[in-house]
């Protein structure tokens, strides 16, 4: 079980762009971590007129390390580390730990 998923709100605590806040829109078999509107790269790329691909200049999201993001706490209003718990119906969800409050519902 991740501690980042597809979908969840992540603050980003190094690089370049530290500080920024997005969400998860791809997690990638090697722990990288693909953010909306962080890390954008300019990408040229050339025409191919058989794939119908236009050439120009293309800005592209790149993936992060999973170490240089936070889970997003929006009641700190910081990052949070993420720990995992088993409720009492027997499900492992996880929670904040600075909180103990429940990401997982």
Do not use: C, W, Y
């Not at 980042?4 to 990288?32: F, H, L």
């Not at 119908?52 to 910081?78: C, D, H, R, W, Y």
């Amino acid at each position: 079980m991740n501690r980042i998923r597809q979908g969840d709100e992540v603050i980003v605590i190094a690089g370049k762009d530290k500080g920024k806040r997005g969400n998860v829109t791809r997690v990638m078999p090697d722990g990288r971590i693909v953010v909306a509107d962080v890390n954008m790269v300019k990408r040229h790329t050339k025409p191919n007129p058989n794939r119908g691909v236009a050439g120009g200049i293309i800005e592209k999201e790149m993936p992060l390390e999973s170490s240089n993001i936070m889970l997003f706490n929006p009641q700190t209003n910081k990052g949070d580390r993420v720990g995992f718990k088993t409720l009492e119906d027997g499900r492992k969800v996880r929670f904040f730990k600075s909180t103990n409050e429940v990401v997982d519902i």
